[in-house]
Protein backbone atom coordinates (compact mmCIF):
# COMPACT_ATOMS: atom_id res chain seq x y z
CA UNK A 1 0.00 0.00 0.00
CA UNK A 2 3.16 2.46 0.46
CA UNK A 3 4.76 2.10 -2.41
CA UNK A 4 1.58 2.61 -4.65
CA UNK A 5 1.32 5.64 -2.78
CA UNK A 6 4.97 6.89 -3.38
CA UNK A 7 4.48 6.32 -7.10
CA UNK A 8 1.53 8.38 -6.87
CA UNK A 9 2.73 11.26 -5.41
CA UNK A 10 5.91 11.47 -7.52
CA UNK A 11 4.51 10.34 -10.70
CA UNK A 12 4.52 14.52 -12.23
CA UNK A 13 8.20 14.30 -11.75
CA UNK A 14 8.77 11.78 -13.98
CA UNK A 15 9.14 12.70 -17.67
CA UNK A 16 7.60 9.42 -19.68
CA UNK A 17 8.74 10.48 -23.05
CA UNK A 18 12.44 11.12 -22.45
CA UNK A 19 12.49 8.89 -19.41
CA UNK A 20 14.77 12.03 -16.89
CA UNK A 21 13.75 13.56 -13.89
CA UNK A 22 12.66 16.76 -14.03
CA UNK A 23 13.72 18.73 -10.94
CA UNK A 24 11.13 21.20 -9.49
CA UNK A 25 12.55 24.61 -6.98
CA UNK A 26 8.69 24.44 -5.86
CA UNK A 27 7.83 20.85 -5.42
CA UNK A 28 4.03 20.14 -3.94
CA UNK A 29 3.74 19.59 -1.13
CA UNK A 30 3.76 16.44 0.63
CA UNK A 31 0.35 15.72 2.10
CA UNK A 32 -0.07 15.14 5.70
CA UNK A 33 0.32 11.27 6.87
CA UNK A 34 -3.02 11.61 7.87
CA UNK A 35 -4.08 10.95 5.04
CA UNK A 36 -2.39 7.38 4.40
CA UNK A 37 -3.89 6.47 7.73
CA UNK A 38 -7.04 7.31 7.02
CA UNK A 39 -7.08 5.74 3.68
CA UNK A 40 -8.83 2.37 3.64
CA UNK A 41 -6.87 -0.69 3.93
CA UNK A 42 -7.07 -2.64 0.13
CA UNK A 43 -4.99 -5.28 -0.92
CA UNK A 44 -5.28 -4.31 -4.44
CA UNK A 45 -3.58 -1.51 -5.44
CA UNK A 46 -5.54 1.50 -6.52
CA UNK A 47 -5.70 2.22 -10.02
CA UNK A 48 -3.49 4.77 -11.75
CA UNK A 49 -4.94 8.06 -13.77
CA UNK A 50 -2.55 9.13 -15.99
CA UNK A 51 -1.35 12.05 -15.51
CA UNK A 52 0.48 14.07 -18.46
CA UNK A 53 3.60 15.84 -16.68
CA UNK A 54 2.90 19.39 -16.10
CA UNK A 55 6.13 21.97 -17.68
CA UNK A 56 5.85 25.32 -15.99
CA UNK A 57 8.38 28.44 -17.26
CA UNK A 58 10.16 27.51 -13.50
CA UNK A 59 10.95 23.92 -14.59
CA UNK A 60 14.21 23.51 -17.05
CA UNK A 61 15.01 20.39 -18.97
CA UNK A 62 18.64 19.44 -18.76
CA UNK A 63 18.27 17.67 -22.17
CA UNK A 64 20.92 18.74 -24.56
CA UNK A 65 20.73 19.06 -28.46
CA UNK A 66 22.38 16.44 -28.98
CA UNK A 67 19.82 14.25 -27.65
CA UNK A 68 17.34 15.76 -29.69
CA UNK A 69 19.61 14.84 -32.55
CA UNK A 70 20.20 11.28 -31.24
CA UNK A 71 16.10 10.84 -31.22
CA UNK A 72 15.89 12.43 -34.46
CA UNK A 73 18.56 10.14 -35.69
CA UNK A 74 16.36 7.13 -33.89
CA UNK A 75 13.10 7.95 -35.10
CA UNK A 76 14.76 8.10 -39.12
CA UNK A 77 16.50 4.76 -38.72
CA UNK A 78 12.45 3.55 -37.30
CA UNK A 79 10.77 4.66 -40.46
CA UNK A 80 13.95 3.44 -42.48
CA UNK A 81 13.35 -0.55 -41.23
CA UNK A 82 9.79 -0.35 -41.35
CA UNK A 83 9.80 0.76 -45.21
CA UNK A 84 8.82 4.54 -44.66
CA UNK A 85 10.73 7.42 -46.23
CA UNK A 86 10.25 10.41 -45.47
CA UNK A 87 13.11 12.35 -48.23
CA UNK A 88 12.87 12.03 -51.80
CA UNK A 89 16.20 10.53 -53.13
CA UNK A 90 18.99 13.03 -55.23
CA UNK A 91 17.91 14.24 -58.14
CA UNK A 92 19.86 13.12 -60.95
CA UNK A 93 21.53 14.23 -64.05
CA UNK A 94 19.09 14.94 -66.88
CA UNK A 95 19.44 13.53 -70.20
CA UNK A 96 21.24 15.34 -72.87
CA UNK A 97 22.78 18.02 -70.83
CA UNK A 98 25.92 17.48 -72.44
CA UNK A 99 24.44 17.60 -75.81
CA UNK A 100 22.67 20.99 -74.96
CA UNK A 101 25.78 22.24 -73.83
CA UNK A 102 27.63 21.81 -77.21
CA UNK A 103 24.86 23.36 -79.29
CA UNK A 104 24.78 26.25 -76.95
CA UNK A 105 28.44 26.97 -77.07
CA UNK A 106 28.41 26.29 -80.88
CA UNK A 107 25.83 28.85 -81.31
CA UNK A 108 27.64 31.23 -79.35
CA UNK A 109 30.67 30.72 -81.70
CA UNK A 110 29.12 31.25 -84.45
CA UNK A 111 27.18 34.26 -84.07
CA UNK A 112 30.91 35.74 -82.75
CA UNK A 113 32.37 34.95 -85.69
CA UNK A 114 29.22 36.15 -87.92
CA UNK A 115 29.66 39.20 -86.37
CA UNK A 116 33.54 39.67 -86.92
CA UNK A 117 33.68 38.81 -89.74
CA UNK A 118 31.16 41.48 -90.76
CA UNK A 119 32.86 44.07 -88.63
CA UNK A 120 36.74 43.19 -90.82
CA UNK A 121 34.27 43.53 -93.98
CA UNK A 122 32.64 46.70 -92.95
CA UNK A 123 36.09 48.29 -92.22
CA UNK A 124 38.13 46.53 -95.21
CA UNK A 125 36.03 46.82 -98.07
CA UNK A 126 33.32 49.03 -99.22
CA UNK A 127 29.44 47.93 -99.81
CA UNK A 128 29.67 47.26 -104.08
CA UNK A 129 33.32 45.50 -103.22
CA UNK A 130 31.47 42.42 -100.52
CA UNK A 131 28.61 42.41 -102.94
CA UNK A 132 31.22 41.50 -105.71
CA UNK A 133 33.52 39.10 -103.53
CA UNK A 134 30.51 37.17 -101.93
CA UNK A 135 28.18 36.73 -105.29
CA UNK A 136 29.72 33.35 -106.53
CA UNK A 137 29.15 31.88 -102.39
CA UNK A 138 25.29 33.73 -102.79
CA UNK A 139 24.58 31.64 -106.08
CA UNK A 140 26.34 28.57 -104.68
CA UNK A 141 23.69 28.03 -102.30
CA UNK A 142 20.95 27.66 -105.76
CA UNK A 143 22.59 24.59 -106.81
CA UNK A 144 20.65 22.37 -108.90
CA UNK A 145 21.12 18.85 -110.46
CA UNK A 146 19.63 17.64 -113.46
CA UNK A 147 16.55 14.96 -112.84
CA UNK A 148 18.41 12.32 -114.49
CA UNK A 149 21.26 12.62 -112.04
CA UNK A 150 21.78 9.47 -110.21
CA UNK A 151 20.52 9.33 -105.84
CA UNK A 152 23.46 10.18 -104.96
CA UNK A 153 24.15 12.91 -106.71
CA UNK A 154 21.06 14.38 -105.77
CA UNK A 155 21.17 13.64 -102.02
CA UNK A 156 25.04 15.51 -102.21
CA UNK A 157 23.29 18.50 -104.03
CA UNK A 158 20.74 18.55 -101.02
CA UNK A 159 22.79 18.72 -98.34
CA UNK A 160 25.07 21.12 -100.51
CA UNK A 161 22.39 23.67 -101.21
CA UNK A 162 20.91 22.78 -97.26
CA UNK A 163 24.26 23.57 -95.82
CA UNK A 164 24.94 26.73 -97.60
CA UNK A 165 21.31 28.36 -97.36
CA UNK A 166 21.67 29.59 -94.21
CA UNK A 167 25.45 31.61 -94.59
CA UNK A 168 24.27 32.74 -98.07
CA UNK A 169 21.09 34.25 -96.34
CA UNK A 170 22.85 35.74 -93.32
CA UNK A 171 25.39 37.57 -96.46
CA UNK A 172 21.84 38.82 -98.22
CA UNK A 173 20.85 40.50 -94.58
CA UNK A 174 24.55 41.86 -93.78
CA UNK A 175 24.48 43.12 -97.80
CA UNK A 176 20.39 44.72 -97.12
CA UNK A 177 21.15 46.04 -93.61
CA UNK A 178 24.75 47.57 -94.58
CA UNK A 179 22.37 48.86 -97.60
CA UNK A 180 19.88 50.89 -95.17
CA UNK A 181 22.63 51.92 -93.19
CA UNK A 182 24.79 53.56 -95.33
CA UNK A 183 21.90 55.45 -96.97
CA UNK A 184 20.81 56.92 -93.40
CA UNK A 185 24.35 57.74 -92.84
CA UNK A 186 24.92 59.25 -96.34
CA UNK A 187 22.12 61.60 -95.35
CA UNK A 188 24.02 62.99 -92.75
CA UNK A 189 27.35 63.35 -94.47
CA UNK A 190 26.89 63.55 -97.82
CA UNK A 191 25.37 67.35 -99.63
CA UNK A 192 22.03 66.86 -99.79
CA UNK A 193 22.02 67.02 -103.55
CA UNK A 194 24.48 66.30 -106.55
CA UNK A 195 23.25 69.07 -107.94
CA UNK A 196 23.01 71.93 -105.60
CA UNK A 197 22.52 74.62 -107.90
CA UNK A 198 20.30 74.51 -111.13
CA UNK A 199 21.04 75.06 -114.43
CA UNK A 200 23.14 77.70 -115.62
CA UNK A 201 21.06 79.81 -118.00
CA UNK A 202 22.22 79.36 -121.97
CA UNK A 203 23.39 82.97 -121.82
CA UNK A 204 25.56 82.72 -119.05
CA UNK A 205 27.43 80.01 -119.94
CA UNK A 206 30.48 82.22 -119.98
CA UNK A 207 29.86 83.48 -116.34
CA UNK A 208 32.41 82.77 -113.54
CA UNK A 209 31.07 81.50 -110.01
CA UNK A 210 32.39 83.34 -107.48
CA UNK A 211 32.08 81.26 -104.30
CA UNK A 212 32.20 83.48 -100.78
CA UNK A 213 32.55 81.54 -97.26
CA UNK A 214 30.55 83.55 -94.51
CA UNK A 215 32.12 83.81 -91.37
CA UNK A 216 35.25 85.53 -90.88
CA UNK A 217 35.39 85.52 -94.27
CA UNK A 218 32.23 88.53 -95.02
CA UNK A 219 30.98 88.80 -91.53
CA UNK A 220 32.17 87.97 -88.03
CA UNK A 221 29.85 86.46 -84.97
CA UNK A 222 30.39 85.70 -81.67
CA UNK A 223 28.47 85.59 -78.62
CA UNK A 224 29.15 87.14 -75.22
CA UNK A 225 27.09 86.84 -71.62
CA UNK A 226 26.02 90.55 -71.46
CA UNK A 227 25.18 90.89 -74.91
CA UNK A 228 24.09 87.78 -76.91
CA UNK A 229 25.41 87.42 -80.24
CA UNK A 230 26.00 90.26 -82.60
CA UNK A 231 27.50 90.09 -85.88
CA UNK A 232 29.63 92.86 -87.97
CA UNK A 233 30.80 93.50 -91.28
CA UNK A 234 33.90 93.56 -92.82
CA UNK A 235 34.60 97.01 -93.99
CA UNK A 236 34.41 96.88 -97.88
CA UNK A 237 32.33 94.48 -97.89
CA UNK A 238 29.23 95.88 -99.67
CA UNK A 239 31.25 97.72 -101.80
CA UNK A 240 32.85 94.31 -102.70
CA UNK A 241 29.66 92.27 -103.31
CA UNK A 242 28.21 95.31 -105.56
CA UNK A 243 30.84 95.77 -107.80
CA UNK A 244 31.70 91.80 -108.40
CA UNK A 245 27.96 91.68 -108.71
CA UNK A 246 28.14 92.52 -112.72
CA UNK A 247 30.78 90.32 -113.17
CA UNK A 248 29.82 87.05 -111.55
CA UNK A 249 27.73 84.70 -110.45
CA UNK A 250 27.92 84.84 -106.75
CA UNK A 251 27.10 82.00 -103.84
CA UNK A 252 27.82 82.19 -100.19
CA UNK A 253 28.47 78.61 -98.96
CA UNK A 254 28.75 78.09 -94.83
CA UNK A 255 28.76 75.24 -92.90
CA UNK A 256 26.66 76.94 -90.43
CA UNK A 257 23.19 75.82 -90.14
CA UNK A 258 19.89 77.87 -92.40
CA UNK A 259 18.60 79.01 -89.69
CA UNK A 260 21.81 81.31 -89.12
CA UNK A 261 22.99 82.06 -93.14
CA UNK A 262 19.56 83.14 -94.12
CA UNK A 263 19.08 85.76 -90.97
CA UNK A 264 22.48 87.27 -91.81
CA UNK A 265 22.29 87.08 -95.36
CA UNK A 266 19.01 89.17 -95.72
CA UNK A 267 20.33 91.94 -93.30
CA UNK A 268 24.08 91.81 -95.00
CA UNK A 269 22.85 91.75 -98.92
CA UNK A 270 20.11 94.06 -98.99
CA UNK A 271 20.71 94.64 -103.01
CA UNK A 272 20.21 91.15 -103.71
CA UNK A 273 23.98 90.88 -105.16
CA UNK A 274 23.89 87.12 -103.73
CA UNK A 275 22.43 84.70 -106.19
CA UNK A 276 22.46 81.75 -103.83
CA UNK A 277 22.76 80.37 -100.25
CA UNK A 278 23.96 77.58 -99.25
CA UNK A 279 24.11 76.05 -95.53
CA UNK A 280 25.22 72.95 -93.78
CA UNK A 281 23.36 70.81 -95.14
CA UNK A 282 25.20 71.00 -98.52
CA UNK A 283 28.34 70.48 -97.11
CA UNK A 284 30.26 67.30 -96.83
CA UNK A 285 31.31 65.67 -92.76
CA UNK A 286 34.25 64.20 -93.58
CA UNK A 287 36.84 63.25 -90.15
CA UNK A 288 34.88 65.02 -88.18
CA UNK A 289 34.34 68.57 -90.18
CA UNK A 290 32.14 69.86 -92.65
CA UNK A 291 34.02 70.68 -96.09
CA UNK A 292 32.67 72.29 -98.89
CA UNK A 293 32.14 70.04 -102.06
CA UNK A 294 32.59 72.56 -105.14
CA UNK A 295 32.42 69.39 -107.50
CA UNK A 296 28.25 69.03 -106.39
CA UNK A 297 27.83 72.75 -107.79
CA UNK A 298 26.61 72.08 -111.11
CA UNK A 299 29.14 74.27 -112.44
CA UNK A 300 32.35 73.82 -114.41
CA UNK A 301 35.29 73.57 -111.96
CA UNK A 302 37.22 75.92 -114.23
CA UNK A 303 35.16 78.69 -113.64
CA UNK A 304 34.64 78.45 -109.58
CA UNK A 305 36.64 80.53 -107.65
CA UNK A 306 36.44 79.94 -103.79
CA UNK A 307 37.18 83.05 -101.29
CA UNK A 308 37.50 82.29 -97.82
CA UNK A 309 39.19 82.83 -94.79
CA UNK A 310 40.08 79.37 -94.12
CA UNK A 311 40.44 77.87 -97.73
CA UNK A 312 42.58 75.64 -97.80
CA UNK A 313 41.32 74.14 -94.61
CA UNK A 314 36.98 73.86 -95.48
CA UNK A 315 37.34 72.72 -99.13
CA UNK A 316 38.11 70.03 -101.13
CA UNK A 317 38.59 70.85 -104.36
CA UNK A 318 42.39 73.19 -103.47
CA UNK A 319 42.94 73.98 -106.97
CA UNK A 320 39.91 76.32 -106.97
CA UNK A 321 40.71 78.23 -103.58
CA UNK A 322 41.31 81.68 -103.02
CA UNK A 323 42.68 82.34 -99.33
CA UNK A 324 43.18 85.19 -97.82
CA UNK A 325 43.00 86.57 -94.26
CA UNK A 326 40.60 85.49 -91.40
CA UNK A 327 39.07 88.85 -90.21
CA UNK A 328 38.01 90.04 -86.64
CA UNK A 329 36.25 92.89 -85.57
CA UNK A 330 39.99 93.73 -83.87
CA UNK A 331 41.37 94.88 -87.71
CA UNK A 332 39.39 97.87 -88.39
CA UNK A 333 41.75 98.60 -91.16
CA UNK A 334 41.25 95.95 -93.12
CA UNK A 335 41.35 95.87 -96.50
CA UNK A 336 41.47 92.58 -97.92
CA UNK A 337 38.32 92.50 -100.03
CA UNK A 338 38.98 95.50 -101.26
CA UNK A 339 42.62 94.32 -102.69
CA UNK A 340 40.72 91.12 -104.04
CA UNK A 341 38.70 93.39 -106.32
CA UNK A 342 41.04 93.67 -108.79
CA UNK A 343 42.04 90.39 -109.56
CA UNK A 344 39.02 89.35 -110.02
CA UNK A 345 37.80 91.46 -112.25
CA UNK A 346 40.71 91.15 -114.12
CA UNK A 347 39.55 87.41 -114.11
CA UNK A 348 35.98 88.27 -115.33
CA UNK A 349 37.03 90.75 -117.78
CA UNK A 350 39.95 88.06 -119.57
CA UNK A 351 37.81 85.09 -119.33
CA UNK A 352 41.03 82.83 -119.11
CA UNK A 353 39.59 78.73 -120.50
CA UNK A 354 41.10 77.26 -116.48
CA UNK A 355 40.98 79.33 -113.63
CA UNK A 356 43.17 76.73 -111.56
CA UNK A 357 46.38 77.75 -113.36
CA UNK A 358 45.99 80.96 -112.97
CA UNK A 359 45.41 80.50 -108.84
CA UNK A 360 48.72 77.91 -108.96
CA UNK A 361 50.89 80.72 -110.08
CA UNK A 362 49.61 82.94 -106.81
CA UNK A 363 50.08 79.96 -104.70
CA UNK A 364 51.78 80.69 -101.38
CA UNK A 365 51.18 84.43 -101.84
CA UNK A 366 48.33 86.85 -101.03
CA UNK A 367 46.77 87.43 -104.25
CA UNK A 368 45.49 90.51 -103.67
CA UNK A 369 48.68 91.98 -102.93
CA UNK A 370 50.53 89.97 -104.98
CA UNK A 371 48.07 90.84 -108.20
CA UNK A 372 48.69 94.37 -107.47
CA UNK A 373 52.93 93.98 -107.65
CA UNK A 374 52.65 91.93 -110.94
CA UNK A 375 50.46 94.52 -112.44
CA UNK A 376 52.75 97.65 -111.43
CA UNK A 377 55.35 95.48 -113.39
CA UNK A 378 53.47 94.63 -116.38
CA UNK A 379 52.87 98.68 -116.52
CA UNK A 380 56.26 99.69 -115.85
CA UNK A 381 57.55 97.19 -118.71
CA UNK A 382 55.00 97.98 -121.05
CA UNK A 383 55.96 102.38 -120.68
CA UNK A 384 59.39 100.91 -121.45
CA UNK A 385 58.23 98.74 -124.26
CA UNK A 386 56.15 102.05 -125.45
CA UNK A 387 59.94 104.51 -124.77
CA UNK A 388 62.24 101.66 -126.86
CA UNK A 389 59.60 101.72 -129.38
CA UNK A 390 59.15 105.41 -129.82
CA UNK A 391 63.30 105.57 -129.83
CA UNK A 392 63.31 103.61 -132.52
CA UNK A 393 60.72 105.32 -134.48
CA UNK A 394 62.50 108.56 -134.01
CA UNK A 395 65.62 106.54 -135.39
CA UNK A 396 64.07 104.96 -138.39
CA UNK A 397 62.36 108.68 -139.25
CA UNK A 398 65.81 110.63 -139.38
CA UNK A 399 67.48 107.10 -141.21
CA UNK A 400 64.43 107.72 -143.76
CA UNK A 401 64.81 111.47 -143.63
CA UNK A 402 68.62 110.75 -144.81
CA UNK A 403 67.68 107.98 -147.24
CA UNK A 404 65.65 110.48 -148.87
CA UNK A 405 67.69 113.47 -148.72
CA UNK A 406 70.70 110.93 -150.29
CA UNK A 407 68.45 110.00 -152.96
CA UNK A 408 67.14 113.54 -154.00
CA UNK A 409 70.84 114.39 -154.14
CA UNK A 410 72.08 111.59 -155.87
CA UNK A 411 69.02 112.13 -158.50
CA UNK A 412 69.92 115.91 -158.73
CA UNK A 413 73.75 114.90 -159.32
CA UNK A 414 72.37 112.72 -162.57
CA UNK A 415 70.36 115.07 -164.01
CA UNK A 416 73.26 117.54 -163.77
CA UNK A 417 75.42 115.05 -165.56
Given amino acids: MLIPAL ?29 FASSPINNSPPPETPQEPRVSSSFYSTSSSSTQTAAADSATSASAASGEFGSAPPPTAKKGTVWSSILKYGLVAAVTGATAAAGYATYAFTLDEVDEKTKAF ?71 TLVLDLNETLVYSDWKRDRGWR ?43 IR ?72 ARNRPSDIRPVLASYQGRDIGKEFIERSKEHQRRM ?29 ATGGGN
Avoid at 163 to 179: G, I
Fill in 7 to 35: RSLFSPLISRRSGRVLFCTNPPKEPPLSS
Fill in 138 to 208: RCSANYTVEDDASTIDKVQALLRSASMTVPAKAVELYLDLRRVIEEQVRGFTEPSSDKLLPDLHPLEQHVF
Fill in 231 to 273: TFKRPGVNAFLEHLAQFYEIVVYSDELSMYVDPVIERLDQKQC
Fill in 276 to 347: YRLSRSATKYQDGKHYRDLSKLNRDPAKILYVSGHALESSLQLENCVPIKPWKPEDVNDTALLDLIPFLEYV
Fill in 383 to 411: QEQKQHGRFWGRICFFDGVIWWLMAAAAA
